[in-house]
């Protein structure tokens, strides 16, 4: 009798599991990741994080599950991009669209510090609530640059550089003491456009009056109890008193569980149908390179290797169940080189017939641009920053600062430009010349496929580049970029260029079974010549330092500096 019990107690309990209404949960403590791990130390660094794709997969799915009845997502320190907010932002709003509570719950939206994004994505929750000790950063909008022509003159380290055009920025710091004019237009119009983008956000989640919310920015940072007077927080509450009253909101028996684990739950139940038809996803996150991509075992982030995103895009070309293509880029750029294989692979698959569209995370900018152009559709996030149609390249020029520390060099070499790279002395004139040549081809074939890819005269299309940085939203004005929308909004359109049906599958690609990560690809066409690997000479966090000692850089394509709006 009491074993019969046992059971009979065992097999309620399963079935009030499951059968009780779910509260999805999302901990933004760790941030989010915004593409898959390609190699082994990858998935090691990234067990912490939720991948972006999975929550916006899991809060589409829970729209239409009855089981589901409400979301509480925690936003912790670590920062987000704009654009990626704003992708949350969307799938939190189309999840309340559907009758679900959305609750976000923080410990401080920045203590003593700015706090604006994170605000902002709290803004689109039905119920905001901070705890007692914590304050709103409401601060607005800052985009800082540092001049280092001084410093570096001071010690002796002059630059030689070139750009193409006033817009690309990039060498200012080295070269300029101060912003020229075109660099404050051009800085001063994107925190322009993001502040616009943050006010109207904050505005229509919060039922604010948008002046009022431009004069709530200018009064910030407030403290918890001003922030609940301002309408910005609904309540001072800790964690749980938030759970409490969410459960009594939606019943004190459901249960909690993560949006990444409801994703895969649901992944599991849904066996793979063999032929069926699919969408490809391609994603590449961080500068661009030759060769395949990599991570650096000191702990900067990964690189988007041309061997590999050209041999996953080849793949996908050739897999006869693949009917459409989405590439994810988030990326500053880099190698010109290496961003014009990429750009080819993007214009093969077109003519094979297989529609590419571009999805766009916080940067898609110079050769992240380079990379997305030649797509059928191009979609960004407003806060996206893209664009930088531009080129520059260079070198520091190093031999007083040597000359002050005692430092000699000598040079033996056959050939007039043997040694024009040298850092111990500048260009002459004759090598300046080639220089600015390369730029010069450089700027022309990016502008021309530029033109040719979005469908613009060459001289709009060189109106909009000369180096240039846009927000997703100025892009779109400008014929740069198609559409704004996010990852599932690009796999949305994906699906209906391709004929496929609503809910057609997604298959990232490569998409390696352990033993094919194990072996060694036999050609350059095998899928597993697309696996990332750990790689040495990707810098990470000394990227800086290996630059300056003249060390392999990521290329003439590139948006250095800190431009993700956090």
Not at 96 to 111: D, I, P, Q
Not at 292 to 313: E, F, H, Q, Y
């Amino acid at each position: 009798m009491d074993a019969t019990k046992v059971i009979t107690d065992t097999v309620d309990r399963i079935r009030q599991r499951r059968n009780a209404p779910l509260v999805l949960e999302l901990d933004l403590t760790e941030g989010l990741t915004d593409k898959p791990p390609t190699d082994p130390l990858g998935a090691i660094l990234s067990m912490r994080k939720s991948r972006l794709s999975d929550v916006l997969s899991g809060l589409k799915r829970a729209r239409q599950d009855s089981r589901v009845k409400a979301l509480v997502v925690k936003i912790g320190t670590n920062p987000l991009g704009l654009a990626m907010v704003q992708e949350l932002r969307q799938a939190v709003v189309r999840f309340r669209a559907a009758g679900k509570l959305t609750v976000v719950f923080s410990e401080t939206f920045g203590e003593f510090g700015a706090g604006t994004v994170p605000y902002y994505l709290a803004s689109a929750f039905e119920r905001v609530y901070l705890q007692p000790s914590g304050d709103v950063g409401l601060t607005g909008v800052s985009l800082e640059q540092r001049f280092v022509r001084g410093a570096l003159g001071k010690l002796g380290v002059e630059y030689e550089l070139g750009q193409r055009h006033e817009y690309k920025t990039a060498a200012n710091m080295f070269t300029q003491d101060r912003m020229t004019d075109a660099h404050r237009e051009s800085v001063t119009r994107l925190a322009a456009s993001v502040t616009e983008q943050i006010v109207a956000g904050i505005a229509d989640g919060r039922g604010l009056d948008p002046a009022k919310v431009r004069e709530l920015i200018d009064q910030g940072p407030f403290i918890g109890s001003e922030a609940v007077d301002a309408g910005l927080v609904d309540r001072l509450a800790y964690r749980d008193e938030v759970y409490d009253e969410t459960k009594r909101a939606v019943g004190e028996d459901a249960l909690l569980l993560y949006v990444a684990r409801y994703h895969r739950n649901g992944l599991a139940r849904k066996l793979p149908h063999p032929g069926e038809q699919v969408v490809a996803l391609v994603q590449g996150s961080g500068p661009i390179k030759l060769g395949r991509s990599g991570r650096s075992p000191l702990g900067g982030g990964g690189a988007i290797g041309s061997d590999t995103i050209c041999a996953a895009l080849r793949a996908a070309r050739r897999d006869d169940h693949v009917k459409a293509v989405v590439f994810r880029v988030d990326s500053p750029g880099g190698s010109y080189v290496a961003s014009d294989a990429i750009w080819r692979e993007v214009v093969l698959t077109r003519e094979a017939g297989k529609p590419v569209i571009v999805s766009m995370g916080d940067l898609a900018a110079s050769g992240g641009y380079f990379v997305s152009m030649a797509a059928d559709v191009i979609m960004a996030q407003p806060g996206t920053l893209t664009g930088s149609i531009g080129v520059f390249g260079g070198k520091p020029v190093i031999g007083e600062l040597l000359d002050r520390i005692g430092v000699t060099s000598e040079t033996v070499g056959e050939g007039a430009n043997a040694a024009m790279f040298s850092t111990a002395h500048g260009f002459s004139e004759a090598q300046w010349a080639r220089v600015n040549a390369w730029l010069d081809r450089i700027y022309d074939d990016f502008v021309g496929k530029a033109a040719q890819g979005r469908g613009l005269t060459r001289e709009r299309a060189h109106e909009l580049a000369r180096g240039r940085v846009w927000t997703g939203s100025d892009a779109r004005e400008g014929g740069l970029v198609d559409e704004l929308g996010g990852l599932e909004d690009a796999l949305a359109l994906a699906r209906k260029r391709a004929g496929l049906s609503t809910d057609a599958p997604v298959r990232t690609y490569p998409k390696l079974h352990p033993l094919e990560r194990l072996r060694p690809p036999e050609s350059s066409e095998d899928r597993a010549a697309a696996l990332a690997r750990v790689r040495v000479e990707a810098w990470g966090p000394l990227a800086g330092l290996a630059g300056e000692l003249g060390l392999p850089s990521y290329g003439p394509l590139i948006l250095p500096g800190t431009w993700t709006i956090r």
